[in-house]
């Protein structure tokens, strides 16, 4: 992925306040390699010394989805939030509910194929879920 602007420039880019709750919950997302549920996301937060009332981090992921900096990945078990950024899919273990991205460009000629084969296109975020198991889950 991408390096991506400091959280306080991307906040104000999309016209945001930015509070402390939104600043350490993107700084925590975009820091991350992998997408976080709201538990997590205030786990991480707690790593790092920052307590954040789990009802503003919610509040937070809410926000930043709404206008796009972030994105939401609903798996099974916890919706789990990931940094927007470089155009990527997802893959979905049904088993533990991981999401991990995979970059666009590794997908294309398959996105391109299923848009073909169906018509289906991949929404507005450009994304494509993938479910399947993890190699933990599986082996």
């Given at each position: 992925?991408?390096?991506?602007?400091e959280?306080?420039?991307?906040l104000?880019?999309?016209?945001?306040r930015c509070?402390?709750?939104?600043?350490?919950?993107?700084?925590?997302l975009?820091?991350?390699e992998?997408?976080?549920?709201t538990?997590?996301?205030c786990?991480q937060?707690?790593?790092?010394?920052?307590?954040?009332?789990?009802?503003?981090?919610?509040?937070?992921?809410?926000?930043?989805?709404?206008v796009?900096l972030?994105?939401a990945v609903?798996?099974?078990?916890a919706v789990?939030?990931g940094?927007?950024?470089?155009?990527?899919?997802?893959?979905?273990?049904q088993?533990?509910?991981d999401?991990?991205?995979?970059?666009?460009?590794?997908l294309?000629?398959?996105?391109?194929k299923?848009e073909?084969?169906?018509?289906?296109?991949?929404?507005?975020?450009?994304?494509?879920?993938?479910?399947?198991?993890?190699?933990?889950?599986?082996?």
């Open positions: 992925m991408t390096a991506r602007p959280p306080r420039a991307l104000r880019q999309h016209g945001l509070t402390p709750g939104r600043l350490h919950v993107l700084a925590v975009s820091a991350s992998r997408h976080l549920s538990a997590e996301t786990a937060l707690a790593l790092t010394g920052e307590v954040v009332h789990p009802t503003t981090v919610y509040r937070a992921l809410e926000t930043l989805t709404a796009g972030t994105h609903h798996a099974p078990g789990r939030y940094a927007s950024g470089e155009p990527h899919h997802h893959t979905v273990c088993r533990c509910g999401v991990a991205a995979v970059a666009s460009r590794h294309t000629a398959a996105a391109g299923i073909a084969l169906t018509g289906l296109r991949p929404d507005s975020s450009g994304s494509l879920l993938v479910y399947g198991r993890c190699a933990e889950c599986s082996g």
